[in-house]
């Protein structure tokens, strides 16, 4: 399945490959350089610790470009009214007699501790396309789901709260 992500998560995602390769990588290396230079190999802890910084970045910078490779752009269509990606809905759940705010994003950005909802979670998938005042059931599996009715949406597409790992 491809991944899901905006034109700004791909620039975010690209700006942590060139910081890893072109700022990271040289000082690892570096340090690589050094620490082989101390002479006795065997009994080298920084020699090891260099060694596996470098394959912790280098798998990290494999990762990314795989992520990249095999993702699809995608952006928000909806209406000003309707819930959609980037936007903040409020919802009132009937079962818990409370009202709950997210913001729905991609799949990347998704955090429930910050209430940043991916639009492939069950709460965001459900939310998608509906207007304020609708009544949704969300599925959590087979035999459980519940119901919120959505009670305010606002456009917060221009807000800076990502939550891309940082380099």
Do not use: W
């Amino acid at each position: 399945m491809k991944e899901k992500l905006t034109k700004k998560d791909v620039e975010k995602i690209q700006a942590e490959i060139d910081h890893r390769k072109l700022v990271l990588r040289p000082q690892i290396l570096e340090a690589v350089k050094e620490a082989r230079a101390q002479g006795d190999l065997s009994e080298n802890f920084e020699y090891y610790a260099a060694r596996r910084e470098n394959g912790i970045n280098n798998s990290r910078i494999r990762y990314l470009e795989r992520m990249l490779k095999n993702s699809v752009i995608i952006k928000d269509t909806t209406s000003s009214d309707e819930v959609g990606l980037n936007k903040t809905v409020t919802v009132y759940i009937e079962e818990d007699n409370e009202c709950e705010t997210y913001k729905i994003v991609t799949s990347i950005r998704g955090d429930s501790v910050k209430n940043l909802i991916s639009i492939e979670s069950p709460l965001g998938k459900a939310l998608l396309h509906h207007h304020i005042g609708d009544k949704i059931t969300v599925p959590v599996n087979d035999t459980y789901s519940y119901d919120v009715i959505i009670r305010e949406i606002k456009d917060t597409s221009d807000d800076e709260e990502d939550n891309i790992r940082a380099f």
